[in-house]
């Protein structure tokens, strides 16, 4: 059983930074592609950003490419989400993943981040 657990999140004003950290149980994290994951109130579940198994290739979302920054460490088993220039349409509960094959199978409880304006 896989467990994952994000911290990070919290309240800050528009254009600032937060960096999102999600600490995986087990030993397999190093094998496995990560994922980003965000969903605003309202809205569904949206793709952010993901990572591939040694950190060697990223993909990011439109809305948040250039901003943010995903990496991992695989020493620690923990994968991270730097967000900067953050924007009030960023405020969402942000999830982290697991990837198995074309599916995500193991989902963190997520953390609130809020940006005001």
């Known amino acids: 059983q896989v467990q994952l657990v994000e911290s990070g999140g919290g309240l800050v004003q528009a254009g600032g930074s937060l960096r999102l950290s999600c600490a995986s149980s087990?030993?397999?994290?190093?094998?496995?592609?990560m994922g980003w994951f965000r969903q605003a109130p309202g809205k569904e579940r949206e793709f952010v950003a993901a990572?591939?198994?040694?950190?060697?290739?990223?993909y990011y979302a439109d809305s948040v490419k250039g901003r943010f920054t995903i990496s991992r460490d695989n020493a620690k088993n923990t994968l991270y989400l730097q967000m900067n220039s953050l924007k009030p349409e960023d405020t969402a509960v942000y999830y982290c993943?697991?990837?198995?094959?074309?599916?995500?199978?193991?989902w963190g409880q997520g953390t609130q981040v809020t940006v005001s304006s």
């Open positions: 993943a697991r990837q198995n094959w074309y599916s995500y199978d193991y």
């Open positions: 087990g030993r397999t994290f190093s094998t496995y592609a």
């Open positions: 990572i591939s198994w040694s950190g060697g290739s990223t």
